[in-house]
């Protein structure tokens, strides 16, 4: 169930949406990934695919993503691109019972860069159980102008590339994201971001092959982490996306050069870094 509200310190618009926290998607979630299904708590970062923004049909633009609501597109035509993030793990999200989320936006700058305007947009969720946050989770996001260009690099048109070269440091997770996986993941997310599945939009805004989804890589970084470091419980993940993963691919997710604890890393087919991220006690975050 959603609701949306005035937020009484600063009177912006707040969505609240509470649900019963289930085991299936879960389910599916862990199916697409190739791993152990969940069976009374979720892994850190797969709040992802729960407490999500169910809009109307309606509400859609040509690109798929809604035009008003949080985040909004700043006028029209912009271009969206997510960014990064940070998300601070206090609790997990046990199944069974009712959780809350409560968005809204907690900033937004404009800049200029070498595509035209950006508008940089911070939205902040609080996940809720049992009386007590158990998961802050801010997303960055990016608007450009529509019709800016982007240096990227043309993927495989309709199909995977050979395996990438063995990872230079361990521990380290590969994942196979061909078309129906990148299908599947919109899906499970309830993101219809065009980009991410039609061939013909993403030259439209400028790539030259579908674009692996920013959140499915984060959420290999912590799955790398909880597979093989501490976990993320306690502490606060920060991730930057630093170049768009272009075509379906085999990407390999690795531990930084000073070793898990101190960073992870994103890399694509052809051995480009395409995201950064590294781990913290919450309160104390390092910079990215």
């Known amino acids: 169930m959603t609701a949306s509200g005035q937020n009484a310190q600063g009177g912006q618009q707040v969505v609240i949406r509470t649900e019963l926290i289930t085991p ?18 979720l892994p850190p970062l797969w709040h992802w ?9 309606a509400d859609l633009g040509p690109d798929g993503h809604p035009t008003f609501g949080i985040p909004a597109p700043p006028g029209p035509g912009r271009r969206r691109m997510f960014a ?3 998300v601070s793990t206090h609790a997990t999200l046990v199944f069974g019972t009712p959780a809350t989320r409560t968005t809204w936006v907690a900033e937004t700058k404009e800049k200029r860069g070498r595509t035209g305007r950006l508008t940089f947009v911070t939205v902040r969720n609080e996940y809720t159980q049992g009386g007590r946050v158990c998961i802050v989770d801010e997303n960055d996001v990016v608007y450009r102008t529509s019709g800016s260009s982007l240096a990227v690099q043309a993927g495989t048109l309709g199909s995977v590339p050979d395996e990438p070269a063995p990872a230079p440091r361990e521990p380290a997770l590969t994942l196979t994201a061909d078309e129906a996986m990148l299908f599947r993941f919109s899906a499970l997310t309830y993101n219809a971001h065009r980009i991410h599945y039609d061939h ?11 674009v692996v989804h920013g959140p499915l890589q984060a959420l290999m970084m912590g799955e790398l982490i909880r597979r093989s470091g501490d976990g993320l419980l306690g502490k606060q993940l920060t991730y930057r996306l630093v170049s768009p993963m272009i075509g379906p691919q085999t990407f390999t997710v690795l531990a930084g050069e000073a070793g898990l604890n101190a960073g992870v890393e994103v890399r694509d087919v052809h051995g480009t ?4 991220g590294n781990v913290s006690p919450i309160g104390q975050p390092t910079p990215l």
């Open 84 to 86: 990064g993030g940070r």
């Open 273 to 276: 870094v395409a995201a950064v």
């Open 200 to 210: 013909n939009w993403v030259r439209a805004e400028g790539y030259g092959d579908l």
């Open 24 to 41: 299936e998607p879960s389910e599916a979630l862990a199916n697409l990934l190739g791993t152990d299904i969940p069976s009374d708590q």
């Open 49 to 57: 695919i729960h407490l999500l923004d169910k809009r109307p049909h």
